[in-house]
């Protein structure tokens, strides 16, 4: 979840509810931005929400890269694992030399 802290009507001091020390205090519990704003002057209106857009932004490419992680992860039915293939391939050697091998024993021990 993407989130800021947005004080608004900050060209209006005097009406002040929320100190800022106490609104940057509970944005670094929450490890959020503090953006103390005034839509009236455009004060950091803009800078509010290139830093929203940014965190949005960063959000959905850390989901894609996790995506396609776990979709490298992930066994595909259908396509042929290679080297499983490799080990059958020396599984049929390897039987075919032992019996080929035992052939040219029992012929050269002349054994029946």
Not at 17 to 39: C, G, H, K, P, W
Not at 72 to 84: A, C, H, Q, R
Request: proline share 2%; net charge positive.
């Amino acid at each position: 979840v993407n989130r800021i802290l947005v004080g608004n009507k900050n060209d209006t001091p005097d009406r002040k509810v929320v100190l800022t020390e106490d609104a940057q205090r509970f944005a670094d519990q929450m490890a959020i931005q503090l953006f103390e704003t005034s839509a009236k002057e455009n004060i950091n209106v803009e800078e509010m929400f290139l830093a929203i857009t940014r965190q949005v932004l960063r959000t959905k490419k850390e989901r894609k890269e996790r995506q396609a992680i776990q979709n490298n992860d992930t066994l595909k039915l259908g396509k042929p694992n290679k080297s499983k293939r490799k080990y059958c391939k020396w599984i049929i050697l390897h039987n075919f030399y032992i019996t080929r091998r035992k052939a040219d024993i029992h012929q050269h021990f002349q054994i029946k």
